[in-house]
């Protein structure tokens, strides 16, 4: 069988949108909400100390390590073999909670700590995702 | 100047990334079907905790010292290697990724807007371990086989921190000195063994040699690396970045395999992934090896392998599954439970210039793999695929130490406490 490759007007299609030539990407979140890919993770914060600053059991965390924690900045680090999100007080080297029910830990030199990187970002999921359906028992 | 970066038992140290309950352990990662160990972080080296063993050989000695053991969490290195390599890339405008964890780096351009190369090794090290968590050695040499020489030096010569830097012939000699000549990069076992017999046995007594009888004792290759050794480029950055001239896909089963259909899936991956590693290169495949064995260690050893020559190189997956299909029945034999299979590209040709043919029309549709690895891309490996690749899992990997896919899946993202 031959085929012609020539496509035919029927007529019908009526007209171009106008809007066409004005598609554009649409929003990106990620674009929004991640300044640095390479640096960047997403965590899911597990307890109630950090409710004064907004982030609740289960909502998402974006970590930035590119960014250097300042003075009060919220932040995720490794205390003790054991990803912990507090404010950091650098000067009195202090976790300290957003909740009055914690007292800050201070950080002894016996501890295992590192800064992991600065919170710039949480995220309140208030429709419960499939996909993170397993970790929010 | 050449550098090359690249990780510390990379594995190994991509497992502690987002696991600090592991950062200070010894940590080893084992290969496909958790058959040996493929890394060992420095901590469990310090422990003498030997490479490339078969793991069940030293089950005991891992438990007895505490090591932590992992399977090969490819879907998280591959993550973190790109992250890696996206740093690198800031240091440098031409940046070749040679393998999942290194990087060679050509400073052309602004060679001498750099004052203090050691200096600027560090600071790529820093930004590395602090935006990815992953410690990394920087060399720098006057040619790109001296540059891997200072990346020796860095990680495994005493007295480095991490950086080493070549920038003059003098400079090279203290390091030639304590390395062997299996330890230069394109040196392989073969030479090593014909150089010791000569009584060559360092890199330095290689650099010494003259490059002429070089060449007519071992290869052109062998005396190019001679001559990279005292600082003459002859690799040019087109060669060090040469396309792998042989690619494989080979694999051991979780679990025996006796079902005709279920090895022509298994090949039919394997060529699948072949066939994506040539794309990825810009390769086609003239000659591809299709083999299935069942185990050494079995009464009776069987083993198969046979050539396909193609009419045409290509590098289209379902033309690869479909020669995969057309060979399996000199492979299969009823009653050999077949342990092993795989498939290679031993014949390559370059995509720019092929010759064609009269009698065979190309249809090789090089859009149709492009939109297939955009979906896969775009959806995750496997979303896509030929159908005689199967759904079958039977034959897929063991990985009874896997560690969570932390980047890559929503159900793995670490934990914060708060």
């Known amino acids: 069988m031959k085929v012609i490759p020539i496509y035919i007007e029927a007529g019908i299609s009526g007209f171009e949108s106008p809007a066409a030539e004005y598609k554009e990407l649409g929003l990106s979140l990620d674009k929004l909400l991640i300044r640095h890919p390479n640096a960047t993770f997403i965590g899911q914060a597990s307890g109630v100390s950090m409710q004064g600053v907004g982030i609740f059991d289960g909502d998402l965390l974006i970590v930035d390590r590119a960014l250097t924690a300042r003075n009060g900045d919220v932040i995720v680090a490794n205390y003790n073999g054991c990803f912990v999100c507090k404010i950091i007080d650098k000067q009195q080297a202090r976790l300290l909670s957003a909740s009055k029910h914690h007292q800050p830990i201070t950080i002894s030199p016996d501890d295992d700590f590192q800064l992991e990187g600065v919170v710039t970002r949480s995220i309140r999921l208030h429709h419960q995702a499939p996909e993170l359906k397993a970790c929010m028992v | ?418």
């Not at chain 2, 469990?44 to 030997?50: H, M, N, S, Y």
């Not at chain 2, 438990?63 to 399977?71: T, Y």
């Not at chain 2, 034959?395 to 670490?414: A, C, E, G, V």
């Open chain 2, 1 to 418: 100047m050449y550098g090359l970066v690249d990780a510390t038992s990379f594995y190994a140290s991509a497992e502690k990334v987002f696991d600090p309950s592991i950062r200070n352990k010894p940590v080893v990662v084992l290969t496909n079907n958790d058959g040996c160990i493929c890394a060992a972080c420095p901590i469990a080296k310090r422990l003498g905790i030997p490479k490339f063993t078969p793991y069940f050989q030293i089950k005991e000695l891992l438990h007895k010292h505490g090591v932590v053991i992992r399977s090969s969490n490819y879907e998280l290195y591959a993550d973190l290697s790109e992250r890696m390599m996206t740093v690198i890339s800031r240091y440098c405008d031409n940046q070749h990724i040679y393998s999942i964890d290194e990087s060679f780096l050509h400073f052309d351009r602004f060679n001498k807007a750099i004052s203090n190369w050691h200096e600027y090794g560090h600071q790529i090290r820093k930004a590395i371990w602090k935006e990815t968590r992953l410690p990394v050695g920087v060399g720098f040499g006057l040619t790109a086989t001296l540059a891997k020489v200072a990346n020796h030096a860095a990680k495994k010569l005493d007295g480095f921190d991490g950086v080493a830097v070549i920038d003059t012939i003098e400079s090279a000699s203290p390091i030639l000195q304590r390395m062997n000549t299996s330890d230069i990069w394109g040196i392989g076992r073969r030479i090593t063994k014909k150089l010791a017999e000569q009584n060559i046995h360092t890199a330095f007594e290689l650099a010494k040699q003259n490059p002429k009888d070089i060449r007519q004792q071992f290869s052109v290759v062998t005396e190019r690396t001679v001559n990279e050794l005292t600082g003459i480029s002859c690799l040019s950055w087109d060669e060090v970045k040469a396309p792998k001239q042989e690619i494989f896909s080979t694999r051991s089963f979780g679990q025996r395999i006796t079902n005709y259909n279920v090895l022509n899936a298994a090949l039919a991956s394997h060529a699948s992934i072949v066939a994506k590693k040539l794309r990825q290169q810009s390769s086609q495949v003239k000659k591809l090896m299709v083999f299935a064995s069942n185990s050494p260690h079995d009464d009776y050893y069987y083993k198969q392998a046979i050539a396909y020559p193609f009419a045409l190189p290509t590098n289209n997956t379902s033309q690869l599954a479909q020669a995969v299909s057309l060979v399996l029945p000199q492979i299969y034999q009823s009653g050999i439970n077949f342990y092993r299979c795989g498939v290679g590209a031993i014949e390559l040709a370059g995509n720019k210039f092929v010759q064609g043919d009269l009698f065979n029309i190309d249809n090789t549709n090089p859009e149709l793999m492009k939109c297939f690895d955009n979906i896969n891309k775009r959806y995750g490996a496997g979303s896509i695929s030929v159908a005689s690749a199967g759904q079958s899992e039977k034959w897929n990997m063991k990985r009874h130490f896997l560690s969570p896919q932390y980047t890559t899946n929503w159900y793995d993202i670490p934990k914060i406490t708060c």
